[in-house]
């Protein structure tokens, strides 16, 4: 898995008002990584992009890599996204941890709908379980 972090965990928070453009800015991370990924000849197969959703960022940021997902889908590379029970998620309702799981849920079903390859998620089966309905619903609209 290659993921975008700003810095190391202890400081990576204050690292939030380093972009100039968050698309663009993790867009040239990777760009720089795969350069040396393919200088090294490592199959494409072998890697994940994660955009790093929390990791560096703050709500406008996250929310605007979320909902530019699809820009991130770069040579070939799958790509990875953990959104499950991340505090941006309280940010915009004031939950804790505990409580996260209809955010988590919510960000879950829109990847899916963008293609996003692997969803890393704490609440396994509830996940799952949104996923079958939705899947259920989108076979019964097409029938």
């Known amino acids: 898995i290659l993921m975008h972090c700003p810095a190391s965990p202890k400081i990576m928070q204050k690292k939030i008002n380093i972009y100039k453009n ?10 720089k990584k795969i350069r040396i990924i ?16 929390g990791f560096g960022k703050n709500l406008k940021q996250n929310l605007q890599i ?13 790509l990875l996204i953990g959104l499950s029970r991340k505090s941006w ?7 804790d941890v505990k409580n996260r799981i ?12 963008k293609n996003v390859d692997i969803l890393r998620v704490h609440d396994v089966f509830e996940s ?3 996923i079958q309905v939705y899947n259920k619903i989108l076979c019964s609209k097409l029938k």
């Open 102 to 113: 209809g955010g988590s849920l919510a960000g879950l079903i829109y990847l899916l709908r």
């Open 38 to 53: 393919d200088k090294y000849k490592i199959s494409h197969k072998k890697i994940w992009l994660d955009p790093g959703i």
């Open 22 to 31: 968050i698309i663009n800015d993790i867009k040239k991370f990777f760009e």
């Open 128 to 130: 799952n379980q949104a």
């Open 89 to 95: 998620i309280s940010k915009i309702n004031k939950s």
């Open 66 to 78: 979320i909902s530019n997902i699809e820009k991130f889908k770069l040579n070939n590379f799958g």
